[in-house]
C-alpha cells in the first residue's frame, strides 16, 4: 500500500512514493502545453482531442488527467492518487465504469488490467520516453472501449489501440491539417461528380424537340428530378465516409 506525507527532503521514498509513481508526478515540471493533439490510425482517419493535466489535487501531489477524442469515442481519465493509495484509470469520465489498483507500486496488476512503466515507445513516426502503458487485453470485462492506452508522462496520451487492434499513434498539427486539406479537395471533387452524375440523369431523360425549338420551357418529370438528387447524395456520402466501393449502391 501507498501513503503520502510530507517530507522536507525530495527523496520520494521518503513520502512513501514509490519511484515509479514519483517519475509520474515529475511529468509537471516539463509536461506538454498542447491542450489539442492528434492521433491517426495506419489508414487514413486522424482524430483531434482534448486534453488537461493537474498534478496539484488539493494542495497533495497527484495527477488528474483527462483526454477526449472529438470523433474516435476516445475518453479517458488517468488519476494517480498517492493520499489514497490508488491509481484509477476510468473511461467515459464515469465511476461505474473505472478500474482501480488499490497498491499502485509499478508494475501493477488489477482483474487482468495491468500497469507498467516503460522506458521508451515508438508510436508513428516518433519516439516516446518515459510511458505508462495501460493494459487491458487480459481483462474478462473491460469497461472501455480500449484495449490499451499510452501515457507519456511529458506528452499525454501518445497512442491507442483499440478493442479489434487497431493503433492510433500520436501525430504532429501538420498531420491533421494536412489531412483537413486533402478532406476538402476529396469533398469538392466528390461535388463535382456528383453534380456530373445528375445532370446526366436529367439529361437522359429529358425528351428532345422534334422541331429543334429552345427546350427550355421542357418539363423534366419530378421523379427524374429525384433520381438526380437522390444519386448525387449518394455520391456525397460515399466519398465523405471513405467508402467508394458504397458508389456501386447508389443505383446510378
Sequence with gaps: MLFWACSNGDDSSERGIPHDLQVIL????????????????????????????????????????????????????????????????????????????????????????????????????????????FDATDATNN??????????????????????????NRVPAKAYEDAMDRREKERALADSIAQAVADSIIQANTPVEKDGSDDSSIEIPQEILDLADSVSNCIKKAYSSGSLSAIKNCKI
Excluded at 143 to 164: E, Q, R
Aim: charged content about 25%; glycine content about 8%.
Design 26 to 133: 515529475d511529468g509537471e515540471k516539463g509536461f506538454s502545453p498542447d491542450t489539442v493533439i492528434y492521433l491517426a490510425d495506419s489508414v487514413k482517419f486522424i482524430d483531434m482531442l482534448t486534453q488537461s493535466a493537474d498534478f496539484d489535487l488539493s494542495g497533495h501531489p497527484g495527477l488528474d488527467y483527462i483526454v477526449k477524442g472529438m470523433t474516435s469515442g476516445i475518453d479517458i481519465q488517468l488519476q494517480v492518487l498517492p493520499g489514497n493509495d490508488e491509481i484509477i484509470v476510468s473511461c467515459y469520465q464515469s465511476y461505474e465504469k473505472r478500474v482501480v489498483f488499490s497498491e499502485p507500486k509499478l508494475p501493477a496488476e488489477q482483474d487482468g488490467f495491468s500497469l507498467k512503466m516503460l522506458d521508451s515507445v515508438k508510436a508513428g513516426d516518433s519516439v516516446f520516453y518515459d510511458v505508462l502503458k
Design 143 to 168: 469497461p472501455c472501449n480500449i484495449s490499451a492506452f499510452y501515457y507519456g508522462i511529458h506528452d499525454g496520451l501518445v497512442k491507442v489501440v483499440s478493442k479489434n487492434e487497431v493503433e492510433m
